[in-house]
């Protein structure tokens, strides 16, 4: 069975201190590592796809990049606009075309003024 | 351009009424769509998915059943509403060749 864990579950961040959140996964065969962003009360808006061990993908103050283990968001320079909660997701090979994903609990982040 | 149509944003029911949610995807056709449930302090559970019209695949045993009775048209049924079905509703569509996800805006069910 696919798994998913994040940390951690919640983050507290001053406006400009940069930090990482983690994405720890088990999958038969990795077909794909997914990045979302939720904000309270509307649906996860997609980040990024990352395919592969070594693999990184940058938007504004984003950072995300892959192990064959885990994957890491890196946030450089926070801006209170950035809190939300971040999902990650993994997508199996084995999941032929179904392409279905499993999530994380997700990463409450706030960041300060 | 594509876009996803979720509604109603907020429903609150009584225990053992029937439930209808509607997602409708524009701007493509034969989507890979999805209904997945978030509840409070749980990650974003699967529940249907479907790959075309009248295909449905459920991932959880459950008071819960979908339907896809149009190309772009999926929906979300129940007979008899249980208060654990309270949640966050979201419907799904699959874009392009990258395997990820756009999502609705999601529907608040709240079963009193």
């Known amino acids: 069975e696919d798994q998913v864990t994040q940390s951690p579950e919640a983050l507290r961040l001053q406006e400009g201190e940069s930090s990482s959140l983690n994405c720890s996964y088990t999958v038969s065969g990795l077909r794909g590592l997914f990045w979302y962003r939720q904000d309270p009360g509307k649906g996860p808006e997609f980040l990024f796809t990352l395919y592969s061990a070594g693999e990184e993908k940058e938007k504004e103050r984003l950072k995300a990049t892959l192990t064959k283990k885990e994957s890491f968001l890196h946030i450089t320079a926070p801006k209170p606009e950035d809190s939300a909660t971040y999902l990650c997701a993994v997508q199996a090979n084995s999941g032929g075309s179904n392409y279905k994903l499993t999530f994380g609990k997700g990463t409450l982040l706030t960041v300060n003024p | 351009s594509q876009t996803i149509h979720q509604w109603p944003a907020t429903l609150v029911q009584p225990v053992g009424s029937p439930l209808s949610l509607e997602c409708t995807v524009e701007g493509t056709s034969n989507p890979n769509l999805y209904w997945y449930r978030q509840a409070a302090g749980r990650g974003l559970q699967l529940l249907f998915y479907?790959?075309?019209?009248?295909?449905i695949s459920s991932e959880v045993p459950q008071n819960l059943s979908a339907s896809r009775p149009q190309d772009r048209q999926f929906i979300l049924s129940s007979k008899k509403l249980l208060l654990s079905d309270s949640g966050f509703y979201l419907c799904?569509?699959?874009?392009?060749?990258?395997?990820?996800?756009?999502f609705g805006s999601g529907t608040r069910l709240t079963v009193v």
């Open positions: 799904a569509w699959r874009f392009g060749t990258s395997g990820g996800y756009t």
């Open positions: 479907s790959v075309g019209i009248g295909q």
